[in-house]
């Protein structure tokens, strides 16, 4: 009867250990791809260098601060251009941390801007890396696996409006039998947006973005940004869709957004989303929701010239 019961608690524990490695793994792609708002070449690589001027972003994300060990995570990227802007390059690294599991991720992209006409230009982009992400098999095995990692996606704009469409991972991965199969995504995003003057003190950045993945139902996200004499910004956004399962099934949610422009070259910002990091935390009767702060930089003497 011991050993029946030693059995059955060490199954369940290789259970628990396979499915946290798997949800780690998964919410390391998503916690990159969530940030396209401030940082489009996220899940566009079409988009390097749209702005321009070379720009750099850092962003910390944590679950809870109150909590050790709680979901966190951190992310750089930097991006501009080269040969008189024709020319698109960038650099994307994440690392992140589901309670004792950490995933890290690294990712250069390119892309060729075109000029279509006066006011059009079109960015096909390309981006290639490495995935590092925890894996355990039912033979209590736990390992990092590094997988390779391509995307290619589109970004066609004016000054007032864009049009994307992205496939940042485009390979099949395989896992056997690992847990990791159903949450390995590689989801296609079509994403258009703006900005419109309503006033000489007030411009509006609207966007919308339609996520399709594999055996997934449809999901669309949709909101603004507003800019009062390009100094405060505010916005809000909703996701709404579902997935196929238990897990995946949860992804209603709302994201504030607020940011400062502190100097002609340095933007703060603070995000608040209610999103749940992990269906596994659900339990957690504490405060829900995700925090994220935003350090935005542009080497340009003349400060950020886009929004």
Not at 14 to 43: C, D, H, K, W
Not at 257 to 268: H, I, S, Y
Request: charged share 15%.
């Amino acid at each position: 009867m011991m050993d029946t019961h030693y059995k059955l608690r060490k199954c369940c524990l290789v259970a628990a250990v396979t499915l946290l490695g798997s949800l780690s793994a998964f919410a390391q792609r998503e916690v990159l791809y969530e940030q396209y708002v401030q940082n489009p070449m996220a899940i566009n690589p079409g988009f390097t260098g749209a702005r321009e001027d070379f720009n750099m972003t850092a962003m910390f994300r944590r679950k809870w601060f109150n909590i050790p060990n709680s979901p966190s995570s951190q992310t750089f990227a930097a991006d501009g251009t080269v040969a008189n802007g024709k020319f698109g390059i960038g650099f994307q690294a994440l690392n992140d941390q589901t309670s004792y599991f950490t995933t890290t991720g690294l990712s250069a992209s390119f892309a060729f801007h075109l000029g279509i006409s006066d006011n059009w230009k079109l960015g096909l982009g390309a981006q290639g890396g490495i995935n590092v992400l925890p894996v355990s098999d039912l033979s209590f095995n736990n390992t990092n696996r590094a997988l390779g990692s391509f995307g290619l996606g589109a970004w066609l704009r004016s000054d007032q409006l864009y049009f994307g469409i992205s496939k940042p991972e485009v390979l099949s991965q395989s896992f056997g039998n690992q847990a990791i199969n159903n949450f390995y995504r590689r989801p296609l995003y079509i994403m258009a947006g703006g900005s419109h003057d309503l006033s000489e003190d007030v411009m509006m950045l609207p966007h919308v973005l339609v996520i399709q993945e594999k055996d997934h139902k449809l999901r669309v996200d949709f909101g603004s940004r507003f800019w009062f004499n390009k100094k405060v910004g505010i916005g809000a956004s909703y996701r709404v869709g579902g997935g196929y399962n238990a897990v995946s099934a949860k992804v209603n949610y709302l994201q504030l957004t607020a940011e400062v422009q502190v100097g002609k070259n340095v933007r703060l910002g603070y995000f608040y989303s209610t999103r749940q990091v992990e269906q596994i935390y659900t339990t957690y009767s504490g405060p829900k929701g995700i925090h994220e702060l935003m350090l935005k930089f542009v080497p340009n003497p003349k400060g950020f010239q886009k929004y």
